[in-house]
């Protein structure tokens, strides 16, 4: 049981990408109650949080993002976005998604986004 992330791949700095994550069948009748997130991991560097999305539509983003990312849900696909723009190389990394509810946590198989200066 396994989210799908899509939507990497190499843009120009200032360039946009969209990310895109499905959940699981297995979750689909109880996705609006879980948080979703995106986090991601650059070389030689811990995994890190981007951005959260609560249940009920609360967000959270890392300050490095802050005004130009977007995380957004989509509670009737069982998906949850991420916009990101005005990219910078420093946002070079894996992207994941994930899902955590109470105990309960998954997460996808990660999407490369690379940022060339």
């Known amino acids: 049981v396994q989210l799908q992330a899509s939507g990497g791949g190499v843009v120009q700095a200032g360039g946009s990408l969209r990310l895109s994550c499905a959940a699981p069948?297995?979750?689909?009748?109880?996705?609006?109650?879980?948080?979703m997130g995106w986090y991601r991991q650059a070389p030689g560097k811990e995994r890190e949080l981007v951005a959260l999305?609560?249940?009920?539509?609360?967000?959270k983003y890392a300050d490095s993002v802050k005004g130009r990312f977007t995380i957004s849900r989509n509670n009737s696909r069982k998906s949850v976005s991420l916009q990101m723009n005005s990219l910078k190389s420093d946002d070079t990394a894996v992207y994941y998604c994930?899902?955590?509810?109470?105990?309960?946590?998954?997460w996808g198989q990660g999407t490369q986004v690379t940022v060339s200066s």
């Open positions: 999305i609560s249940a009920d539509g609360v967000t």
């Open positions: 994930n899902s955590k509810q109470g105990l309960l946590e998954s």
């Open positions: 069948r297995a979750i689909f009748s109880v996705f609006t109650m879980y948080d």
